[in-house]
């Protein structure tokens, strides 16, 4: 029989012939329990639950892990029959305990998480996890007489990502059924600040409101935060509002081009980021014109005198730039022409002179 430390278990003995001879139960430590109907062993966890000459049946309540081992049930007959029954007692081990945490702990710690149970039967198992997901510890199991102590170790490099990590040792055990024992800290973690700038608009404008948010992550928090302006003050504070972490602009003019800094800092260090601040133009294009001209130009009459209609030129439903494109292609045609014209009067320079050249050898050879 298998028993829970800590339950109760009903012994029996039964027999199908008996002369009238009383039954017996004894412990593994053979000290008589029951004989027949009567109580020979003082204690008040045992008692008798029925009793006849075919049937022994007693409980023991409260079972520890002492009770464990073999029982016997005698008919003393000649000779003395028995029958033996063995009696498993699972130790229930203890709540877990977590030992090795330094609260804070510091980024860039290395600390070690001991999880410990002790009086467990069979051993227990320890399984470690960092928030809902399991991580693997190193486990170790020292006997202490019938039952067991579990230790498993888990080892951590600590950084900023386990502020605020619950770690949870978990006991598993055959006696624990369906509710396992639990242990769990969280773990608190401070480290130097970090700071980033984010900022609502892309462009900036004249005219336009911006607003730069200081983004700080830290522990402890580190507040509150420093703006400045190339490395000096903020120079108007009526336009450029500080709240907390913010930094708002109304109505961006020039002047508010530069370097804008936020500071950070806690007793563990400090950090800043810079955001460089241009301020473009606002758009000056005017809007379409609604009002007709007082009087209107008729079109004129002999412009159209010698044209195509399909010339875009004097129709106007053709490309707005084809007339830059005629004007470019007279100016092309023009320094064709004065190339030409050029190299033509160099020709004939060349020609003359080499005509000139030989027409005076030829009179020389006739005299």
């Known amino acids: ?138 486990k170790e199991v020292n006997p202490s007489g019938k039952t067991f102590t579990v230790r498993s170790s888990l080892q951590l490099h600590v950084d900023r990502n386990d502020d605020g990590v619950a770690y949870t040792c978990r006991v598993d055990h055959v006696a624990l059924a369906q509710s396992p024992q639990l242990a769990t800290e969280v773990l608190e973690v401070h480290y130097a600040p970090r700071v980033e700038i984010i900022h609502s608009l892309a462009v900036p404008q004249e005219g336009q409101n911006l607003k730069l948010e200081c983004v700080s992550k830290g522990n402890p928090s580190p507040d509150p935060v420093m703006w400045t302006k190339d490395g000096g003050e903020l120079p108007d504070l009526d336009r450029m509002i500080v709240d907390g972490r913010e930094l708002t602009f109304t109505s961006l003019n020039k002047t508010d081009n530069g370097t804008y800094r936020c500071e950070a800092s806690n007793h563990l260090g400090t950090s800043s980021a810079e955001y460089v601040l241009y301020v473009y133009d606002a758009p000056t294009t005017p809007p379409p014109s609604t009002t007709a001209p007082l009087h209107p130009i008729p079109p004129d009459s002999t412009a159209l005198l010698g044209t195509h209609a399909s010339d875009p030129t004097v129709t106007g439903n053709g490309d707005p730039n084809a007339l830059g494109q005629h004007g470019t292609d007279h100016a092309l045609i023009g320094g064709v022409v004065a190339v030409v014209v050029f190299v033509t009067l160099c020709l004939i320079i060349v020609l003359g002179r080499y005509l000139a050249r030989h027409k005076g050898k030829t009179t020389l050879n006739i005299c």
């Open 1 to 138: 029989m298998t028993v829970t430390e800590g339950g109760t278990v009903n012994m029996t003995c039964r027999v199908e012939y008996n002369d009238n001879t009383s039954l017996q139960w004894s412990n593994p430590a053979q000290q008589t329990l029951f004989f027949g109907d009567k109580k020979a062993l003082r204690d008040n966890r045992i008692e008798l639950v029925r009793a006849s000459w075919t049937e022994l049946t007693i409980s023991i309540s409260d079972i520890t892990i002492s009770d464990e081992g073999m029982y016997t049930c005698s008919l003393f007959t000649m000779p003395v029959r028995t029958a033996k029954a063995y009696l498993t007692v699972l130790g229930v081990p203890e709540k877990p305990e977590i030992d090795g945490l330094t609260k804070p702990a510091l980024e860039g710690d290395q600390i070690t998480l001991t999880c410990i149970t002790q009086g467990s039967k069979p051993a227990a198992d320890l399984r470690w996890f960092r928030n809902e997901k399991e991580v693997k510890g190193a």
